[in-house]
C-alpha cells in the first residue's frame, strides 16, 4: 500500500526533446539529480519552481516525487530506440525482440522485456563456457606460465604459475546478464510481479562474478554455442551503458536512462552505410580524419572529421555527415551543415557529399555556386520498419556509389541511372 502511495503521488512530465522546455515545482533533490542524469537541465526560478529545458538526450529520470520523460522527435518508440542502439554493435540485432508493450512506459518495457528476453535465455539451463584462469599451485594443472614463473619466484620450482581452462557458468555472458538483472531489479516502480521475475532468474546466476560498479563490460563474441543468449545480451548491453540506478538519501531509489539521438544516429547510419556499401569496390572509413589547412607547425593545421569517407585505391571518392536534427528542427541550421561538408569536400578533394539527416521528406541537390561540388541531403525516416530503414541505407550506398561511377570512368561500370542523375536533369 506504501509503494502505491509513493506511485501515485510520483509526477509524471514529459518533453519532446525539441521543445522549449516548460516550468514546473521541483524539490531541490529531484531537480539535482535531472541536472546530473545529463537528461536536461533544471534552472531555479524562485518559489519551489524550476524551469526544465531539454539538453539534446533522451530518455527518462525518477526519483520518488517525479518523472520526467524526454521523448525523441518523430515519437519513435522504445522498439525503434533499442533497434538504432543496438544496430551498430549488432548487425543481426532484431527489433522484435523488444517483448514489451510500448504504453507501459520505458521502465516498463525495458523490465518486461528483459524479463522475456533473459527467461527465454536461461529457459533450458545457464550456459556454461570455457573460461582461462590464472593461478598459483603446487601441482601442473595446464600449462605453465614461464616469464610468471621467473619474474614472481626465480630459482623456486612451487608453487607454479600456470593457466588453465575451467567449463563454468562464470563467463562473460552470464556476468553481463546478472549485472543488468540487478540494474533493473533496482529501478522504482517496476510492476511486483515483473520484479519477482528478474529476482528469481538473477537468482539462477548466483554463482556468476558480480561485475564491480563502474566496471567495463567483459568482452563476448556471439557464437552458434551462445545463439539463445544473443538478444538478451543485447538488451542487457544497452541497459548497463544507458542506465543507472541507486540508492539516495534515506534509501529512496532513482534511477536514470539517457542516450544522446545525435551520437546513436551517426553510429547507427555509419554501421548501415558500412554494411551497405561493402556491396561495392573500396573501403568505407567511419570518422576519417583529413587536413584543412597547411602551416608551418603541424600544431596550427586545421583538421575535418566527417563521419565516413568511402575510398577507391586509398583515394577518397565520396564523404557523408550523418546529421540527427534537420534543418526545420529546432537549433538546427542548414547553412551551418552546408558550409562544414563544403569544408570536407574541399579537404578531401571530392566533388560530391552526403548529408544524411533524420526525417522524412524528399532528396534534394544543392550545387555550390563556383564550385564545382555537389552536396545531396538525403532524408532517413526513423518512423518507417526497420527493414524499410536499411533498405533507404542501401539506397543511399546505391545512388552514392551511381554518382562515383559516373564521376569516374575509370571504375568497372555498375547502373548508374540513379535519382542524383534524375536531380541533375532538372
Known amino acids: 500500500m506504501q509503494q502505491g502511495s509513493r506511485a501515485a503521488s510520483r509526477r509524471h512530465l514529459v518533453l519532446d526533446e525539441l521543445s522549449r522546455g516548460i516550468v514546473e515545482r521541483l524539490d531541490p533533490a529531484s531537480a539535482s539529480f535531472v541536472n546530473s542524469s545529463g537528461l536536461a537541465k533544471a534552472s531555479p526560478m524562485g518559489m519551489g519552481l524550476y524551469r526544465i529545458e531539454p539538453v539534446g538526450k533522451v530518455g527518462s529520470v525518477r526519483t520518488p516525487t517525479v518523472q520526467l520523460d524526454v521523448r525523441p522527435k518523430d515519437r519513435l518508440g522504445l522498439s525503434r530506440l533499442l533497434f538504432l542502439l543496438s544496430y551498430a554493435a549488432d548487425q543481426g540485432f532484431r527489433p522484435d525482440t523488444v517483448a514489451a508493450a510500448e504504453e ?39 600449462r605453465i606460465r614461464i616469464s610468471d614463473q621467473i619474474s614472481r619466484r626465480p630459482g623456486m620450482l612451487v608453487p607454479l604459475e600456470v593457466s588453465y581452462d575451467e567449463f563454468t557458468e562464470d563467463i562473460a555472458e552470464n556476468r553481463i546478464l546478472r549485472a543488468a538483472l540487478e540494474r533493473m531489479g533496482q529501478v522504482p516502480g517496476v510492476r511486483p510481479e515483473v520484479l519477482s521475475r528478474l529476482r528469481q532468474l538473477k537468482g539462477k546466476l548466483d554463482d556468476v562474478t558480480r561485475l564491480a560498479a563502474g566496471a567495463p563490460l567483459p568482452p563476448w ?26 540508492a539516495g538519501e534515506g534509501g529512496q531509489q532513482t534511477a536514470s ?49 566527417p563521419d565516413a569517407v568511402h575510398l577507391l585505391g586509398g583515394r577518397p571518392v565520396v564523404v557523408y555527415n550523418a546529421k540527427y536534427k534537420a ?47 555537389d552536396i545531396v541531403e538525403f532524408p532517413l525516416d526513423l518512423s518507417l520498419p526497420p527493414s524499410d530503414i536499411l533498405a533507404s541505407v542501401r539506397e543511399l550506398a546505391r545512388q552514392s556509389w551511381g554518382e562515383v ?20 536533369q532538372r
Open 104 to 142: 507501459g512506459g520505458l521502465w516498463s518495457a525495458l523490465a518486461e522485456s528483459l524479463a522475456q528476453l533473459a527467461e527465454r535465455a536461461l529457459g533450458r539451463g545457464v550456459l556454461q563456457g570455457y573460461l582461462t584462469v590464472d593461478e598459483s599451485l603446487r601441482t601442473v594443472k595446464g
Open 221 to 246: 563474441k556471439p557464437t552458434r554455442m551462445n545463439l539463445r543468449y544473443h538478444a538478451v545480451l543485447r538488451l542487457a548491453e544497452v541497459i548497463l551503458r544507458n542506465a543507472s540506478a541507486e
Open 257 to 305: 536512462f539517457v542516450v544522446d539521438m545525435a551520437r546513436v544516429f551517426e553510429d547507427f547510419v555509419g554501421a548501415a552505410l558500412r554494411a551497405a556499401m561493402a556491396e561495392y569496390p573500396g573501403e568505407l572509413r567511419l570518422r576519417y580524419n583529413a587536413l584543412l589547412s597547411e602551416a608551418v607547425r603541424d600544431t596550427d593545421r586545421l583538421q575535418v572529421r
Open 327 to 373: 534543418a526545420s528542427d529546432a537549433g538546427a541550421s542548414l547553412t551551418a551543415d552546408h558550409y562544414q561538408m563544403l569544408a570536407h569536400c574541399t579537404a578531401l578533394a571530392v566533388p560530391t557529399a552526403w548529408l544524411v539527416y533524420a526525417g522524412a521528406g524528399e532528396m534534394k541537390l544543392r550545387r555550390i555556386l563556383n564550385t564545382d561540388i
Open 405 to 424: 561511377v559516373r564521376q569516374h570512368s575509370a571504375v568497372e561500370p555498375v547502373e548508374t541511372t540513379t535519382g542524383f542523375d534524375k536531380l541533375n
